[in-house]
């Protein structure tokens, strides 16, 4: 395969960002003659030259199916695409044989529930969430509390946005079969202590699902030591394309659980009178996988390593905190999620302005947010807000594109007083 090159991985020492930036072929286009400032990567990440240049070469040079044929493009495919799950499962420090690729986090959640959760919840038991939970880690669980007379119970969370962990613990009582919760929240940025919390849940003998998808593309991560038993994460959101992601989950509980989709490639043997399933992690992978996609997913997590995991942490936590200055100064404005650990996400409303017309204004000088719901109703519905604008950072952005996204809230904000 090909070996597409970044052009300015930078010295692990001293990342040259401007350098690393450059990469990002989409950062230099203009939107509304402006020149954009991208602050929606908790919602999807840019990705690189290097990774749109390996989809592009895979279907260029390489491209056949997986697992299939035995001439040189399937096997140069299958190489490529066994090599992304390979350089995944390093970047998440676990095995290879213990992760299943699929299409992302909102798959890899339905996988646990449907094919963990279905077969073992009896009625009475109960999924313990949190309050700060995506739309992904909340609806699965209502779909197999609802088939098998189960319920939800909810973990609240604290004023400034990070657990209330003495009201988790005491919420993980006998009837609590799953624990299932964020690593970090994509609307308020609580870094959750995974660590501590699974530890405490596997005391109780309670199962836990971190969704890993905010998580993955900022820090390093080492999910083996999480002591959870699946870890969920999504491709896009870490410089990937879009449809790849990944379910991480203990050995034994993949021996255990059924296929959820039935198909090609997830077989050992099929005749009329019964089918022999392939092992994990095989067995969840019924179908045409997106080969491209995850050769893209390979490139993005060569290029995250090249930066650095560490120095994008520590970049990202530079550019939160110089954001957060800027806008608290701005009179009327409140920001939701103020919790010691936060990774840079930013959810604000300024006094007397829709989220939805801020966020129109913005467009027009150049700037994304998102502004709405976030997939957590839940979540705003506690906060009594209906929308929230929200900005999000990542390794690629600038301390001065901080500064003019400020000035341009500025301007809307004066447009609609
Ligand atoms: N969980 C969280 C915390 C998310 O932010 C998102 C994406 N917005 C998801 C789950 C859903 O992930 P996917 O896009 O892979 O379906």
Known sequence: MTMVASSAIADTTNPDWARIRADFPLLTR???????IYLDSANTGQKPASVIESVDDFYRHHNANVSRAVHTLGTEATDAYEGARNKLAGFLRVRAD??????????ALNLVAYSWALPR???????????????????????????????????????????????????MTSEVKLLALAHVSNVLGTVNPVREICREARRRGIVTVVDGSQAAPHRSLDVASIGCDFYAI?????????????????????????????????????????TV????PHKFEAGTPNIAGFIGLGAAVDYLQGVGMDHIEARESALLAHATEELQKIEGLRIFGNAPEKAAVISFLIEGAHSHDLATLLDLEGVAIRSGQHCAHPLLQSLGVAATCRASLAFYNTHDEIERFVVALRKSRSLLA
């Open 277 to 280: 399933f392939n092992d994990a």
């Open 121 to 171: 919840l009896q009625p009475g038991d109960s999924i313990l969430v949190s309050r700060m939970e995506h739309h992904a880690n909340i609806v699965p669980w209502q779909l197999v509390a609802e088939r098998t007379g189960g319920r939800i119970k909810v973990a609240e969370l604290m004023p400034d946005g990070s657990l209330d962990l003495p009201a988790l613990y005491a919420a």
């Open 98 to 107: 213990e992760l299943v690729l699929c299409s992302g986090t909102t798959f």
């Open 30 to 36: 203009e939107v509304q003659g402006k020149p954009l």
């Open 234 to 274: 999504t491709g896009h959101k870490m410089c990937g394309p879009t449809g790849t992601g990944a379910l991480w989950a203990r050995r034994e509980h993949l021996q255990a659980m059924p296929p959820f989709i039935g198909g090609g490639e997830m077989i050992r043997e099929v005749s009329f009178e019964g």
